[in-house]
């Protein structure tokens, strides 16, 4: 078992950064891959970025790329999502998620955590 808790979240203007953590325990989480994932109030669950389990790949949705970015740190047992440039249509709940041998775009991952607030207004 994982368990991932989320953190960073808040409100911030467009233009303006966030950065999120997903800190895990449970199972050395270095041999996991992991994902943020997003949900708007009465939209489904939608993909943002994901990185392999040593941080040599990553991909992102169309929407966020060349303004977020993931990162991990094995020995902090984190990965993080560096938010910039944000939109008030980045607003969501954001998720982050983990599995051992999946790191698509889709829900297929194993383990979830709870979510982080992100809201984006003037």
């Known amino acids: 078992q994982v368990q991932l808790v989320e953190s960073g979240g808040g409100s911030v203007q467009p233009g303006g950064s966030l950065r999120l953590s997903c800190a895990a325990s449970g199972r050395p989480f270095g041999s996991y891959h992991v994902a943020w994932f997003r949900q708007a109030p009465g939209k489904e669950r939608e993909f943002v970025a994901a990185?392999?389990?040593?941080?040599?790949?990553?991909r992102y949705a169309d929407s966020v790329k060349g303004r977020f970015t993931i990162s991990r740190d094995n020995t902090k047992n984190t990965v993080y999502l560096q938010m910039n440039s944000l939109k008030p249509e980045d607003t969501a709940v954001y998720y982050c998620?983990?599995?051992?041998?999946?790191?698509?775009?889709?829900?297929?991952?194993?383990?979830w955590g709870q979510g982080t607030q992100v809201t984006v207004s003037s």
């Open positions: 990185i392999t389990w040593s941080g040599s790949g990553t």
């Open positions: 998620a983990a599995d051992s041998t999946y790191w698509g775009s889709s829900l297929e991952y194993d383990y």
